[in-house]
């Protein structure tokens, strides 16, 4: 994990750094709302509430037989191992995730492939769904939406994560449209499907 982490070296505070990552992963709880998350073994959408890691063991924590673990060892909750198996994840490329800056730019990478169209290097999402998937209050004004969403949506281009965007108005709703480069990340649906 030290690896992908970046340029850190392997020392004591590092790696108690990543085992306290792990136990506050293994400790937190995402709410899933609205169109809530994908559950690949019936097929349907569940809302409530939902843990990414069922159980971890950091290195040197004690294991079952009460040695130390000589590694990090985590269990992934079933529907988690489940939508894996189907084929129902994205791959992202991390040196360039780590680069962005903006708390917005980092959801909207991870989003905009989970919201493709028959075209795959389109993503469309609404305004409002956005704002309640990032948490966000939302704007009445274009202007003012424009300018929020703007410098995000610059770094995800600068970044490769986008060729092109705009925000389309309608009746006083705004839709945000994308046009994902060709080796974007994409949405994976299937059994077998690999990410790009």
Same mark, same amino acid.
């Given at each position: ?21 792990? %136990?506050?992963?293994?400790?937190t ?5 609205g169109s ?9 959408y ?13 290195? @040197?924590d ?5 040695? +130390?673990?000589?590694?990090n060892?985590v ?5 988690y ?5 189907? @084929?129902?994840?994205?791959?992202? +490329? ?17 989003a905009?492939?989970? %919201?493709g169209?028959?075209? +795959? ?5 609404g ?8 948490n966000?209050? +939302?704007?009445?004004?274009p ?13 995800l ?8 965007w ?15 480069p ?15």
């Amino acid at each position: 994990m030290i690896r992908y982490l970046g340029n850190l070296i392997r020392s004591g505070k590092n790696y108690a750094s990543v085992a306290a990552w792990l %136990h506050r992963m293994a400790g937190t709880t995402i709410e899933a709302r609205g169109s809530g998350f994908f559950l690949a073994r019936t097929q349907s959408y569940a809302e409530g509430s939902f843990r990414l890691f069922e159980r971890i063991v950091a290195a @040197g924590d004690p294991r079952a037989d009460g040695r +130390p673990a000589d590694r990090n060892y985590v269990w992934l909750p079933e529907w988690y191992l489940d939508n894996m198996e189907a @084929g129902y994840f994205v791959t992202l +490329p991390v040196a360039a995730y780590r680069r962005l800056t903006r708390g917005i730019s980092k959801a909207l990478a991870l989003a905009l492939p989970a %919201h493709g169209g028959p075209d +795959p290097r389109q993503a469309e999402i609404g305004y409002e769904d956005l704002c309640r998937l990032m948490n966000l209050a +939302p704007y009445r004004f274009p202007s003012k939406v424009e300018e929020k969403l703007a410098p995000a949506l610059e770094e995800l281009r600068k970044a490769g994560f986008a060729e092109k965007w705009r925000l389309r108005w309608k009746n006083g709703s705004a839709t945000l449209e994308v046009t994902l480069p060709a080796n974007a990340p994409r949405g994976v649906q299937g059994a077998g499907a690999a990410g790009a």
